[in-house]
């Protein structure tokens, strides 16, 4: 029985070499198209996980996506958190660690001792370092100047550019900063200018501005870098809301909505584009399969007269498929993937990267393309052998 099953395993490979031998024309016809829709889908799959990854990524580097504010307060509301907050926030994710900032933002009078110029202006107390659960990292551009302007961040200021403008404050000049009988002071580290709210106040460090404000171990806000996809970030928001009842989280939804309808329209339009890819390849497959029934249909009735099974004659013709879509998958998959790199640099002016799961998906969906493109050989399995000799069929 063994020997047996040995030698149709023989028999059968021996077939489908000869199969896939008989025409070469035609056999580099179908791999040439398979080869191609798989090195397009292998592109446009590899810019689809690209651009998902990219936009998470990117999007982050315009700063905080999720506030945390008192409970019930808007805009203008004086109302603070304890600064212990930031202590329930979760800092692990899929997608990375979040990265937390806490301010404290305040009305006092900033004065020039040398010029005497004085100014009643906001001051933002930040966290030099924003916090990461296990580590510390700078979080905004803000605290970095703070934390890369000396040791000592007590002891600098930033100044936006109106402010500094309205104060006539440059890089080193010394502050004094007064509120009610407290008075703190600083020496401006730099200058900054974003065309935004940031531009006409003056930040200084938490501490400094606790101090003034006589609020101990309170802050304003807290500001959150949340990482991963948009769907990720609303749940990552909806579960933060269960854990702090008492404050207010409130996504900043320019970044995240806006972020979710670039994804959406991209992921989009590329998904449409690999259907209609695949589904042209498939097209131009099955109309080679077509003229290959047409060719073995002796062949066919030869191997059911020597008693050869139908569901064999059909694993047959599918393994022949399945075959030619590997060979195509695989080859095509990795000249698209290198065909991204080069499509990403041209439209989104970023070089995509390589994503491997990219891979075995786009062989993957070449080899069903392959396999159901092969439905004309199977009406040759119901072919009679008897009405193939005498030209019926």
């Known amino acids: 029985m063994t020997e047996l099953r040995d030698t149709n395993r023989a028999m059968f490979w021996r077939i489908l070499r000869r199969l896939l031998g008989a025409n070469r024309g035609r056999l580099f016809v179908m791999l040439l198209a398979l080869g191609a829709g798989a090195a397009v889908t292998a592109a446009l799959l590899n810019l689809q996980v690209d651009a998902k990854r990219r936009l998470t990524t990117e999007f982050r580097a315009f700063g905080p996506n999720v506030l945390l504010v008192p409970r019930g307060s808007s805009g203008s509301s004086s109302g603070t958190l304890r600064e212990s907050t930031i202590d329930r926030v979760p800092g692990n994710l899929p997608g990375g660690r979040v990265t937390v900032s806490s301010s404290l ?10 010029s005497g110029k004085s100014v009643n202006a906001v001051v933002a107390g930040l966290n030099p370092l924003g916090i990461v659960k296990g580590s510390l990292r ?6 970095s100047n703070l934390s890369e302007a000396t040791p000592s961040s007590q002891d600098v200021c930033v100044a936006g550019a109106k402010f500094a403008q309205q104060l006539g404050a440059q890089p080193g000049t010394a502050l004094v900063l007064t509120s009610s009988d407290r008075r703190e002071s600083c020496r401006v580290a730099s200058i900054r200018q974003t065309g935004g709210p940031e531009d006409n106040r003056l930040e ?3 501490s400094a501005a606790q101090r003034l404000a006589g609020l101990a171990d309170r802050i304003s806000m807290v500001e959150l870098t949340v990482p991963g996809t ?3 970030i609303q749940t990552y928001i909806a579960d933060l809301q269960r854990r702090l009842p008492d404050v207010d989280v409130r996504p900043i939804r320019q970044f995240t909505e806006g972020e979710a309808k670039i994804y959406s329209r991209i992921s989009g339009l590329l998904t449409a584009t690999v259907g209609i890819v695949l589904l042209l390849t498939a ?3 099955m109309a080679a399969m077509t003229n290959v029934a047409i060719e073995r249909k002796m062949d066919v009735g030869l191997m059911k007269a020597i008693g050869g099974a139908t569901r064999r004659v059909v694993r047959l013709f599918l393994a022949e498929a399945a075959l030619l879509g590997l060979a195509g998958g695989l080859i095509g998959a990795a000249l698209g993937i290198l065909l991204s790199i080069a499509l990403g640099k041209a439209v989104f002016g970023v070089a995509a990267r390589p994503r491997l799961i990219v891979y075995p998906v786009a062989v993957g969906l070449t080899m069903l393309v392959a396999i159901l493109s092969a439905f004309p050989l199977r009406r040759l399995a119901s072919l009679r052998p008897a009405s193939v000799f005498r030209g019926e069929a």
């Open 230 to 232: 948009p769907g990720e």
């Open 105 to 114: 933002y305040l009305i006092i009078n900033v004065s020039v001792p040398q």
């Open 138 to 143: 700078s979080s905004s551009a803000a605290a």
């Open 204 to 206: 200084i460090g938490l």
């Open 283 to 285: 097209l131009c497959v």
